[in-house]
């Protein structure tokens, strides 16, 4: 006999996987989608300030908004967020500011603020929506309305400032989580406003234990931190023992690459993971099939506004109309909050599958490593790293990356983080790390060639010292390890001011 509730699951489950069903990723149709977007966030924004500043009312289509208004950076931005946060009105929209979002900061520079008006939460919970009905269609035999959750953001608010509520995205999101869903997902907004980790870890415990979980999402630094957490106090050696149905793991923020191994293993066997790529400004791609292979694809949120400026030749801006398969962009998003043309500084490249266009997040402006005009992206870094952990069966928990100098030569200087009285060779650690990005990377061999860059070098850290940084970071929303530094001035400043007693080199 059904219940009442089982019906409105199983009603519920099948609305989401129509939903998902609906939810068209196709190229012509995302192109006309455009249209209506751009001309929906102009009205929004007509009598603010930056639409007389920008001129808007003399654009009138998408092509035109992409070829004539400049997309702006952060800075450029800053004057009418500060106006808003003075508490001026009809600066970037004409509605209330309910929240400022703070960014993570990982550039060493102050968090930034983002205003967030109705329609930028909305468009984050329409987001959410969206990721659940995809997941709901790759993985049928998962009832999202049902199974357990757990899903672990930051504190929900971090303080409050001329009336305004200023914290970080996913914190201001656990509070708007529909009350059909609230029930299921874990740990409650009560427990995730407690300051202290071990009474926040305990209170979580409490919640979830007997609980079915069946899907984790979160940050994979936050989650590998619980679950060894959740394993000590438990004195349990696997999460499966816990939670045995455990299978999907929804990440965001950083790649998973290099968490996946480790995850699997204190999980006690492989999950299925979906990445989504999110950021303080917005969710702009929600995974469209399972990670695989090094490989997340993503397709575009149909709900934002798009531009794209080809990293290579010139740097004028292109539409969804005009760009082509296989070039890296940077990429500019349009957002309910006024930000209308935001250079984000991510690179993505795009595919076509079945007449869907999906992308993939290539890196970020002044990421990876040019030493000797070696351009060595951040995915060889990664893989350089992961491909010597595995070749030398070391544990390795993290790595930073930085310029070196030995004997007169600039070099990579790759800094270890491991376990406490690990037994590592780090010259013989050194020679396979350069070995294996020359095998990488033909750029980085022939520096090496030529001479024009040293070997690499290799410095072991404690690992319990990046952990003393994570925690103390860690309540940040969108907090992502750094890996790598553009000058050894950037990485010494770093290592003095976030690692604790970093002169514990070995």
Same mark, same amino acid.
């Given at each position: 006999?059904?219940?009442v509730?089982?019906?409105v699951?199983?009603?519920g &489950?099948? !609305? %989401?996987k129509?939903?998902?069903?609906?939810?068209?990723?196709?190229h012509q149709?995302?192109?006309?989608?455009q249209?209506?977007?751009?001309?929906?966030?102009k009205?929004?924004m007509t009598?603010?300030? %930056?639409?007389?500043d920008?001129?808007l009312s003399?654009?009138?289509? +998408?092509?035109e @908004?992409?070829n004539?208004?400049?997309a702006f950076e952060?800075?450029?931005?800053a004057?009418?967020?500060d106006m808003i946060?003075a508490?001026h009105?009809?600066?970037l929209?004409k509605?209330?500011?309910d +929240?400022?979002g703070?960014t993570?900061?990982?550039?060493g520079?102050?968090?930034?603020?983002?205003?967030y008006?109705?329609?930028?939460i909305r468009m984050?919970?329409k987001?959410?929506?969206?990721i659940?009905s995809?997941?709901?269609?790759?993985e049928?035999s998962?009832n999202?309305l049902?199974?357990?959750?757990?899903?672990?953001?930051?504190d929900?608010?971090l303080y409050?400032?001329?009336?305004?509520?200023f914290g !970080?995205?996913?914190?201001?999101?656990?509070?708007?989580v529909?009350?059909?869903?609230?029930?299921?997902?874990?740990?409650?907004?009560? #427990?995730?406003?407690?300051?202290?980790w071990?009474?926040?870890i305990e209170?979580?415990?409490n919640?979830?234990?007997?609980q079915?979980?069946? #899907?984790v999402s979160?940050i994979?630094?936050y989650?590998?931190s619980?679950f060894?957490a959740?394993?000590?106090?438990?004195?349990?050696k696997?999460?499966?023992e816990?939670?045995?149905n455990?299978?999907?793991?929804v +990440?965001?923020?950083?790649?998973?690459k290099q !968490?996946q191994?480790r995850?699997?293993r204190?999980?006690?066997?492989?999950?299925?993971?979906y990445?989504v790529?999110?950021?303080t400004?917005?969710?702009i791609?929600?995974?469209?099939?399972?990670y695989?292979?090094?490989?997340?694809?993503?397709f %575009?949120?149909?709900?934002l506004?798009?531009?794209?400026?080809? #990293?290579?030749g010139?740097k004028?801006?292109?539409?969804?109309h005009q760009?082509?398969?296989?070039?890296? +962009?940077?990429?500019?998003v349009?957002?309910?909050n006024?930000?209308?043309?935001y250079?984000?500084?991510?690179v993505v490249s795009?595919d076509?599958a079945?007449?869907?266009?999906?992308?993939?997040?290539?890196?970020r402006?002044?990421?990876?490593?040019?030493l000797a005009a070696e351009?060595?992206s951040d995915?060889d870094?990664?893989?350089?790293y992961l491909n010597?952990k595995n070749?030398?069966?070391?544990?390795?928990?993290h790595?930073f990356?930085?310029p070196?100098t030995?004997d007169?030569?600039?070099?990579?200087l790759?800094?270890?983080?491991?376990p406490e009285?690990?037994?590592i060779?780090?010259?013989a650690?050194?020679?396979?790390l350069? &070995?294996e990005?020359q095998r990488l990377?033909g750029?980085?061999r022939?520096c090496r060639?030529?001479g024009?860059?040293g070997?690499?070098?290799?410095?072991?850290?404690?690992?319990?010292?990046?952990?003393?940084?994570f925690e103390?970071?860690?309540?940040?929303g &969108? @907090?992502?390890?750094?890996?790598t530094?553009e000058?050894a001035?950037?990485?010494l400043?770093?290592?003095?001011?976030n690692?604790?007693?970093a002169?514990?080199? &070995?």
């Amino acid at each position: 006999m059904f219940t009442v509730n089982n019906v409105v699951h199983s009603l519920g &489950q099948k !609305y %989401l996987k129509t939903y998902g069903n609906r939810m068209t990723v196709n190229h012509q149709d995302l192109l006309e989608k455009q249209e209506r977007t751009f001309q929906s966030l102009k009205r929004a924004m007509t009598g603010t300030r %930056l639409y007389k500043d920008l001129r808007l009312s003399y654009i009138n289509s +998408y092509e035109e @908004f992409v070829n004539h208004v400049p997309a702006f950076e952060y800075d450029e931005y800053a004057p009418y967020i500060d106006m808003i946060a003075a508490g001026h009105k009809n600066i970037l929209f004409k509605d209330k500011a309910d +929240y400022f979002g703070l960014t993570s900061g990982t550039s060493g520079k102050d968090s930034k603020r983002l205003p967030y008006n109705e329609r930028m939460i909305r468009m984050f919970i329409k987001s959410q929506k969206r990721i659940a009905s995809k997941i709901s269609t790759l993985e049928p035999s998962i009832n999202l309305l049902k199974v357990g959750r757990l899903t672990f953001g930051s504190d929900p608010y971090l303080y409050s400032q001329n009336g305004f509520k200023f914290g !970080y995205i996913s914190g201001i999101l656990s509070t708007r989580v529909p009350k059909v869903l609230a029930k299921n997902t874990f740990p409650s907004r009560e #427990v995730l406003t407690i300051s202290n980790w071990d009474k926040k870890i305990e209170m979580l415990i409490n919640e979830s234990i007997q609980q079915d979980i069946q #899907v984790v999402s979160g940050i994979p630094t936050y989650l590998i931190s619980i679950f060894e957490a959740v394993l000590e106090k438990t004195g349990k050696k696997h999460i499966n023992e816990i939670w045995p149905n455990l299978k999907v793991f929804v +990440y965001a923020a950083t790649p998973i690459k290099q !968490y996946q191994e480790r995850i699997d293993r204190l999980v006690g066997h492989e999950l299925n993971y979906y990445g989504v790529y999110a950021s303080t400004e917005a969710a702009i791609g929600l995974p469209y099939d399972k990670y695989a292979n090094g490989r997340q694809r993503y397709f %575009l949120n149909p709900d934002l506004l798009y531009s794209f400026t080809p #990293v290579e030749g010139k740097k004028k801006n292109l539409g969804l109309h005009q760009i082509e398969m296989g070039v890296p +962009y940077f990429l500019n998003v349009g957002t309910p909050n006024g930000m209308i043309h935001y250079s984000m500084k991510d690179v993505v490249s795009f595919d076509l599958a079945d007449g869907d266009l999906v992308f993939e997040f290539v890196g970020r402006k002044s990421t990876g490593m040019n030493l000797a005009a070696e351009k060595v992206s951040d995915d060889d870094i990664l893989n350089c790293y992961l491909n010597t952990k595995n070749s030398r069966n070391v544990d390795l928990r993290h790595y930073f990356l930085s310029p070196g100098t030995l004997d007169g030569k600039t070099n990579y200087l790759w800094t270890l983080f491991v376990p406490e009285n690990s037994d590592i060779d780090s010259i013989a650690m050194a020679a396979t790390l350069d &070995q294996e990005m020359q095998r990488l990377n033909g750029d980085y061999r022939d520096c090496r060639e030529v001479g024009v860059l040293g070997p690499a070098q290799v410095q072991i850290m404690n690992a319990e010292y990046l952990q003393a940084y994570f925690e103390k970071n860690r309540s940040r929303g &969108q @907090f992502k390890m750094k890996t790598t530094f553009e000058t050894a001035e950037e990485y010494l400043n770093f290592i003095r001011q976030n690692i604790e007693q970093a002169g514990a080199l &070995q």
